[in-house]
């Protein structure tokens, strides 16, 4: 996992980080989100592609599975709103609530073991890789509206 500001694209972490990666978040700088409608958008094909989504975050943590990815690596920046995540090493999965999806490309569980959280502000991004459980829309406080671009890898 790595976690991070698309205004610091210029420090030392992103001499680090894989090309395609470095080019995500350049394509993000790029593109007005604003003018775009929540969906899903190709640009190269199933190799890399975008979901625009616009949702409420739950207070309640028993209402989101954490889930898992086997073929994609996700890029998820915040676009507005505040998110927490939960995240955990795939070792501390403990309880599988749903089986492995290979055409949705997810797992999804109920328990996980060491579970810490990150938030995430406005332009903040996080990566996560096949190993990296997570747990998106978890509110700070009180429930609020969010809206965040998901660029899917292919690993």
Request: no cysteine; hydrophobic share 35%; charged share 30%.
């Amino acid at each position: 996992m790595i976690i991070g500001s698309r205004q610091n694209i210029d420090s030392h972490i992103f001499r680090y980080i894989n090309e395609k990666l470095r080019k995500i978040i350049a394509f993000a700088d790029k593109t007005d989100f604003k003018v775009l409608e929540d969906n899903t958008y190709e640009i190269d094909g199933k190799d890399l592609f975008y979901i625009l989504t616009s949702y409420r975050t739950s207070e309640n943590i028993a209402d989101k599975y954490a889930e898992l990815h086997k073929k994609y690596i996700d890029v998820q920046i915040l676009l507005y709103g505040e998110e927490k995540f939960g995240y955990a090493d795939i070792s501390s999965i403990k309880k599988v609530y749903k089986e492995y999806d290979e055409e949705k490309d997810i797992e999804l569980y109920s328990t996980v073991e060491n579970e810490d959280y990150l938030l995430l502000k406005p332009n903040m991004f996080v990566v996560f890789f096949p190993e990296d459980v997570h747990r998106p829309g978890l509110s700070v406080g009180a429930s609020r509206s969010i809206r965040k671009v998901i660029f899917k890898l292919a690993v």
